[in-house]
């Protein structure tokens, strides 16, 4: 994928870093003005479509609830089914779980049972990679359905957390990486 690094410039300036939050730590990467700045939203949007078209998807995945901000507008764009994995007790119907582990203790992630199906090209989509915990989540239920995933999108990377080894074999496209 070519660089924009015009459209990384002005992501990297907009985004709002807030320290200690939701803990003690945590340098938060907020990602809220973009939403605010309309033209720069679409900017990303247009960006993270032609990742998708290039990945050859065939369903795009969204991770509860900011990679919706993603994968529902690059699914609508590019007129591809949208699949949602999200946090447990929230799908009304048949689901499929994964857990995985936190700094302390354990979350997981729920699929619809029909949101893909055998032998489908998935791309997942999050806002930022942190640890990789929850993608691999994401992913694990993606397989146990019997799909593949082509791609983990994400506009953000934090780097030093090194989620990209958790994700194993699954490639993975950010614009931005700390
Ligand atoms: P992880 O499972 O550790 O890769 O965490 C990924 C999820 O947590 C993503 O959905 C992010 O939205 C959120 N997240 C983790 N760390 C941060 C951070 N420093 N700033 C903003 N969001 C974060």
């Known amino acids: 994928m070519k660089t924009n690094d015009a459209l990384v410039a002005d992501i990297i300036r907009t985004v709002r870093d807030v320290p200690d939050f939701p803990k003690p730590g945590i340098l938060f990467k907020d990602i809220t003005p973009v939403l605010l700045d309309g033209p720069l939203y679409g900017r990303l949007i247009e960006h993270l479509c032609d990742v998708v078209k290039e990945s050859s998807a065939d369903v795009v995945a969204g991770i509860e609830s900011r990679g919706y901000l993603f994968a529902a507008p690059v699914a609508a764009r590019l007129g591809l089914p949208l699949a949602l994995i999200r946090k447990p007790g929230k799908l009304p119907w048949k689901t ?6 936190l700094e302390y203790g354990t979350d997981s992630v729920e699929i619809h049972e029909d949101a893909v199906r055998p032998g489908q090209k998935v791309v997942i989509m999050d806002d930022l990679l942190a640890t990789g915990g929850t993608m691999e989540a994401a992913c694990r239920l993606v397989h146990e359905l019997g799909a593949q995933v ?8 934090l780097k030093f957390l090194n989620g990209r080894e958790r994700l194993g074999a699954v490639p993975v496209e950010t614009l931005i990486a700390y």
Do not use: N
Request: charged share 20%; proline share 0%.
């Open 150 to 157: 082509v791609l983990a999108s994400f506009a953000i990377e």
């Open 96 to 101: 499929r779980k994964a857990s995985y582990s």
